[in-house]
């Protein structure tokens, strides 16, 4: 299978001074990020959001979120555990978020895998302006319609180039699409960001991807160009995690160790350690 994630010929870095720029941005913005999101990985996020620097509130009762979303920097509407309920009231924050100018981040957790989630993730694409669609490749794969597998909320990879997958998305959604996984790709459908940051442990824990929708949309909470933002994200996130791996140490040390580390990175050390490329 094709992968030009793997083709370095025409690498260009982005300057470490953008991503420091944005995690001081969020410290010193310290932004309200509203959350709709899954009982699996709620408390994960609120805390993530915390160590980024930015606010979390989780509120999810369709006669309050048009309230709460309206004091928000930025929406999240994570798919993971669906009721009705819970989607009346994203259809209500996410109009409410765009009327206001609030970015909104779309984490499809297992689109594909039922067809109430698939209905539903094209429902909010299509009835709300998403700024950031933020999915594992499986995810990001079935909603570009070019094929992705997802088992429950894991991917199952995609079917053709990942950068290619990636870039249809953006372009048929209309989203920056962030697509994670061991390199992440970022993309707007026309500028291509491939993040090399992170560690193979995030991918043994639950929530990893929960928690780098929260990262992002910090970020984008104090960002004009959502693709840069998310990409710089993803980075401060992936370094976390490769600060807080440890050969020996087993997968709840590394999440305890991943909190400490995202909440005493400096934007000094994002800056020095970075690594986003632009294609
Ligand atoms: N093999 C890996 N190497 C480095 N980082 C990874 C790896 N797998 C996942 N990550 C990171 O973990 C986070 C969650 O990604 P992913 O596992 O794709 O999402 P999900 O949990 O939604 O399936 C992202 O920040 C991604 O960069
Ligand atoms: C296990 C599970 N089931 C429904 S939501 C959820 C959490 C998924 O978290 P992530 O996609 O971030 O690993
Ligand atoms: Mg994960």
Redesign the pocket.
């Known amino acids: 299978m094709p992968d030009s994630t793997n083709n370095s010929s025409s690498a260009r870095f982005v300057d470490g001074a953008i991503p420091a720029g944005l995690l001081a941005a969020v410290r010193s913005g310290r932004p309200l990020v509203h959350h709709i999101t899954n009982s699996v990985t709620i408390n994960d996020c609120a805390n993530i959001t915390i160590c980024a620097g930015a606010a979390p509130v989780m509120a999810e009762a369709p006669e309050e979120v048009a309230g709460m979303v309206a004091a928000a920097g930025a929406l999240v509407l994570n798919i993971g555990t669906l009721s009705a309920a819970q989607v009346e009231a994203m259809l209500i924050a996410g109009r409410r978020a765009n009327e206001l100018g609030i970015p909104v981040v779309l984490d499809p957790?297992g689109v594909g895998a039922t067809e109430f989630r698939t209905a539903t993730a094209h429902r909010l694409l299509d009835t709300l302006d998403i700024a950031v669609l933020k999915?594992?490749?499986g995810?990001i794969g079935v909603l570009a319609g070019t094929g992705g597998s997802v088992r429950g909320?894991?991917?199952g990879g995609v079917a053709g180039d990942p950068v290619e997958t990636a870039r249809e998305c953006a372009r048929s959604t209309g989203t920056v699409v962030a697509m994670?996984?061991?390199i992440?790709v970022v993309t707007d459908g026309s500028r291509v960001f491939l993040?090399r940051n992170?560690?193979?442990a995030?991918?043994r824990l639950s929530?990893?991807?929960?928690m780098?929708s929260s990262v992002t949309a910090a970020f984008v909470a104090v960002a004009d160009d959502y693709a840069v933002a998310s990409a710089a994200a993803?980075a401060a996130?992936?370094l976390a995690?490769e600060r807080a791996a440890c050969g020996a140490c087993g997968p709840y040390t590394f999440r305890t160790a991943l909190f400490d580390e995202l909440a005493g990175l400096s934007p000094d050390d994002l800056a020095g350690h970075a690594r986003i490329e632009e294609r």
């Open positions: 957790v999915g594992n490749a995810e909320v894991d991917s994670t996984g061991a992440d993040v992170g560690n193979p995030m991918d929530g990893t991807g929960c780098a993803l996130f992936g995690g």
